[in-house]
């Protein structure tokens, strides 16, 4: 999603949910998509990554789907625990080369 | 210990001095990266390297000077810092057998 001035979108949902994060991506040539979570006061951490040859993958409570048609990736995290709180970027880039981010979600998961 | 990490993790400084950040990885890996994170904005591309010797500009390189004389290091110069330049950096690097890029912890920079 895109920001508006200095606030996030923000995704609420309440613990044992699935989460959903949405992102749009610019570049048409772009064929490595990842998503990355990044905690307060801290960097970026790898959650999953797909190769624009795939339309899903999934990883350990994580699924992340791309739709080349449309240009749009969205990550989904299932049984959202209070940990999963953070703020997710995703990122593309050509042939591995140099990663452009989005601006960001932040995701609140309340009880 | 085994890992990217980066210094100063805060540094305050004012108008038109020179900063460095330094950024150290263990891994040896191939490339290197530096962002800016400002809200709003995300994270933002300022230079990258690929290979001692070799970088290459970003999104916003302007007012920034990098270089890597070896591998293992990649310090971010701000010749003459300028408030705009109040941000996070992070550095992060990554191997050539995949995209995923590691980051270091961040240094927060004020710019008076």
């Known amino acids: 999603g895109e920001s508006v001035g200095l606030h996030l979108p923000t995704l609420s949902v309440q613990e044992g949910d699935n989460s959903i994060i949405n992102c749009a991506y610019s570049n048409s040539a772009s064929d490595y998509f990842i998503w990355y979570k990044q905690e307060s006061g801290k960097g970026p951490q790898f959650i999953i990554d797909i190769r624009s040859n795939m339309d899903k993958r999934q990883g350990q409570r994580v699924t992340v789907l791309l739709n080349k048609t449309v240009k749009h990736l969205s990550l989904q995290i299932a049984a959202t625990q209070p940990g999963d709180s953070a703020v997710y970027f995703c990122?593309?880039?050509?042939?591995?080369?140099?990663?452009?981010f989005g601006t960001g979600t932040r995701l609140q998961v309340f009880p | 210990d085994a890992g990217i990490t980066q210094s100063p993790r805060y540094k305050i400084t004012e108008t038109g001095r020179q900063v460095t950040l330094m950024c150290h990885q263990t891994?040896?890996?191939?490339?290197m990266f530096w962002y800016r994170q400002d809200l709003g904005h995300g994270l933002r591309l300022i230079y990258y390297?690929?290979?001692?010797?070799?970088?290459d500009k970003g999104e916003v390189p302007d007012g920034y000077v990098v270089s890597r004389s070896k591998t293992e290091n990649f310090p971010l110069t701000l010749e003459s810092a300028t408030r705009s330049q109040t941000s996070v950096y992070f550095c992060?690097?990554?191997?050539?057998?995949?995209?995923?890029?590691?980051f270091g912890e961040g240094s927060r920079l004020t710019v008076l």
């Open positions: 390297s690929a290979a001692a010797d070799i970088t």
């Open positions: 992060a690097s990554r191997g050539t057998a995949t995209g995923e890029l590691f």
């Open positions: 990122a593309e880039s050509q042939n591995t080369d140099k990663l452009i």
């Open positions: 891994w040896s890996h191939s490339y």
